[in-house]
């Protein structure tokens, strides 16, 4: 299953980003074949930060909470809220997949 993963950051603790940013990265990469994209968002207005999105494979709700756990930005507070989505891809590249 395809999750949808929008985490929205905890200014609180945003000074700690650039601290941890390579411990980030990192993780990224050693989980690269669960977590299959991810990036920074924004506000579309505004292009104030609003936090972070991942698309993440797993077989279960479990396998992803303990991938959120797991990051370094979720160990320092970074993270003040996430929003879990299940997604079902139906069109990329051109192509309709189902």
Known sequence: MIYALIFEDDEKHASKRP???ADHMQFLMDNQ???KAAGPIKDAATSTP???MWLVEADSLGQVQELIEADPFWAIGLRKTTRLLEWSQ???DGKRLI
């Open 19 to 21: 601290q941890y940013m």
């Open 33 to 35: 074949d669960s977590i």
């Open 50 to 52: 609003a936090g972070g």
């Open 90 to 92: 139906v069109f990329a």
